[in-house]
């Protein structure tokens, strides 16, 4: 469970988040909204302890993260998988080693069980036809490269898992792939999953629930249907430039 408590937090004079609440359950689907620079990403940093708040606690688990001491953080962020906008892979290692690399540093070392959980989770997000363990990243194509990133955060057994743009800069098709898969993961695992996004049809595909942050505050919190039928104007004219 994460509890987000009257967060505040500033850079110099420029006032990103104002007061924000949130509460969510384990189990939930969340897609977070909003235009560009709103503080979504600076958002997701607080939950992992990358950004304190100014005032205001996040609580992950009931651990709270400004208190909490640098082998809790480590420990919690274990339990935490991240899919970044870019996939963020290293270039200079393999696909096996990208995937395996969170558990590699964990201390497992037993080559045989690496590289069967590298494979297993490369079935897990498509790409099991192929073997692709001793591919570079350099060779695989964007949607590729996402369900390797998506393969490495699995590799850790996430209880929680954030998505960055999940589908930005991908075809339509290969978006809808994408979203099919988080969905059936989030599903088979019981994730509990935020997912930033631009894209409505991701969120109406994904998402449980959405929130809208605007101006630093949570301007919507509600199903995505709640949403599409809102009649507030600020939400009205924030959907009709997002659905383009
Ligand atoms: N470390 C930092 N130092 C100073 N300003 C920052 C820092 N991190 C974020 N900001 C500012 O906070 C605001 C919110 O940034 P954030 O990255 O959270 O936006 P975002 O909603 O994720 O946008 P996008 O959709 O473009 O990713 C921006 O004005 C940004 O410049
Ligand atoms: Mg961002």
Redesign the pocket.
């Known amino acids: 469970m994460i509890e987000i408590r009257n967060l505040k937090k500033s850079?110099?004079d420029?006032e990103?988040l104002r007061g924000v609440d949130i509460t969510i359950h384990d189990g939930e689907t969340v897609a977070i909204i909003?235009?560009?620079?709103?503080?979504?990403?600076?958002?997701?940093?607080h939950i992992i302890g990358l950004?304190q708040p100014d005032s205001g606690t996040v609580k992950v688990d009931g651990i709270l993260i400004a208190d909490a001491k640098e082998d809790v953080l480590y420990a919690l962020r274990r339990r935490i998988g991240f899919l970044f906008?870019s996939a963020a892979l290293f270039d200079s290692m393999t696909v096996y080693e990208n995937i395996v690399l969170g558990l590699w540093e964990a201390g497992e070392r037993d080559e045989v069980k690496l590289r069967q959980i590298a494979t297993e989770k490369l079935g897990l997000v498509g790409l099991g036809a192929r073997s692709l363990l001793d591919f570079k990243p350099s060779s695989l194509s964007g949607g590729m490269k996402k369900r390797v990133g998506l393969a490495r955060a699995l590799a850790m057994q996430p209880q929680y898992m954030f998505y960055?743009?999940p589908t930005t800069g991908l075809d339509p098709v290969t978006s809808d792939q994408i979203d099919y898969l988080i969905l059936s993961l989030t599903e088979s695992f019981s994730t509990t999953s935020l997912i930033?996004t631009?894209d409505l049809f991701t969120v109406k595909r994904i998402a449980k629930r959405v929130i809208y942050?605007n101006k630093g505050l949570i301007f919507f919190d509600g199903t995505p249907k709640e949403l599409e039928q809102s009649t507030d104007k600020t939400v009205v004219q924030f959907i009709e430039r997002f659905v383009k």
């Open positions: 850079f110099d420029n990103v909003g235009e560009s620079g709103c503080g979504k990403s600076v958002l997701l940093k950004l906008q960055d743009e930033i631009h942050l």
